[in-house]
């Protein structure tokens, strides 16, 4: 009862706090998923644009090459210039073709999409050329062209629009949650340990009758259950946003993905977001309670994200590529990276799942544990 008590009064002190909306609210549901799928958006809309545009060549070599080129009405041809890369550089060329002594060497600058776009573009056109010229040669000694073709080359995607969608959410969403986890409310575990005792509001609190373990519980719940409300929030919104807007990002080669989850995976979606709540708020609690005052927790608290998510990006590469270490379901917090990104992908290794769950389940219980062990040290609480 008492436990239940300083839960709701730690609740109702944190949505006195205007920053509490924003951070367990406003930048879950709007803004991180505006900054990402906005990035995505402004990339898909550039490559369309440099597919648009005309590209401007600067040319060097034999003539037949060039009437091909010409064919084509998007490519504007400018004088030869010995300075081609400074030309690149300050766009005053998309790119550069030089044939000479049988070499072909395409001058551009992969940083821009208009430049790419025009490598790949003058690397399709010369790869038809030299086909044409194969086939005059074998056709000139009397050899039937066919006779260099072993197969015509055809590719035929078998990945479902489901494992297609599943794929592209598998690579945001656990990395979003893990990041909105850890650090969406860092202030709130900063303010509640650290804060208190630099207030000196925490003492009263220990003096009532309410036992050490029940003020300590009693807190690290509210605080959980708001970050528990956050990774909600943002997974809810980050799925509807794949569902429904995925014509506004996806890239070419994309089109036609979608995501549909089952009922096994959201279970654990959910359940790997309530641990990863509980989990990350009992070790922020724990730091927070430690530090002295209010600046040094945020500065502890501060390098929490780097630990976790610097890890977390080596994890997402490597599922990118399809193969998740083993020994990163054993490790609390980073673990949950795993058990997101198989769901999603309808991957899930039950037995890896449980000890992931499990790691996390102990640490949740040795950080209560040791706050609690905190909150008896009188040396510790005040100290400031």
Known sequence: MKTQLIFLKELKDAFRDKRTIIMT?????????????????????????AQEQVVKLIYSGPADIKELLVVDKKIVFLPFSDEIGKKIEEKDAD????????KAVIHYDPTKP???????????????????????????????PNIIKVFDIKEESVASPSKMGAFFAAMLIPIMI???????????????????????????????????????????????????????LMLVVMLLTINYGQPLFLMPGQEGASLKLEPIALIILTLGG????????????TISIWARNIREAQLYLGYLPMVVILPVVFLNIMGIMGNIPNWSYYIPLINLYPIIYTAIMNEMVFSKILIALSTNTLLTILGIMLVTRILNREEVILRT
């Open 274 to 285: 309530l641990l990863l709540a509980l989990s990350g708020g009992a070790l922020q609690f």
């Open 95 to 102: 790119a550069a073709l030089v044939i000479q002594d049988g």
């Open 25 to 49: 609210i406003v930048i879950p549901t709007l803004l991180i998923p505006l900054m990402l799928f906005g990035q995505f958006f402004i990339q898909k809309t550039e490559i369309e644009r």
């Open 178 to 232: 893990l990041s909105i986890g850890i650090s969406g409310n860092m202030y709130l575990f900063s303010d509640i340990g650290a804060g208190e005792k630099e207030r000196g509001t925490l003492e009263p609190l220990l003096a009532t009758p309410a036992k050490r373990q029940e003020i300590a519980t009693g807190k690290w719940l509210a605080v959980s259950s708001l970050s528990f409300f956050s990774i909600v």
């Open 114 to 144: 208009t430049s790419a776009y025009a490598s790949q573009k003058l690397k399709n056109y010369l790869l038809i050329y030299s086909e044409k010229v194969i086939e005059a040669r074998l056709q000139n000694i009397g050899l039937d």
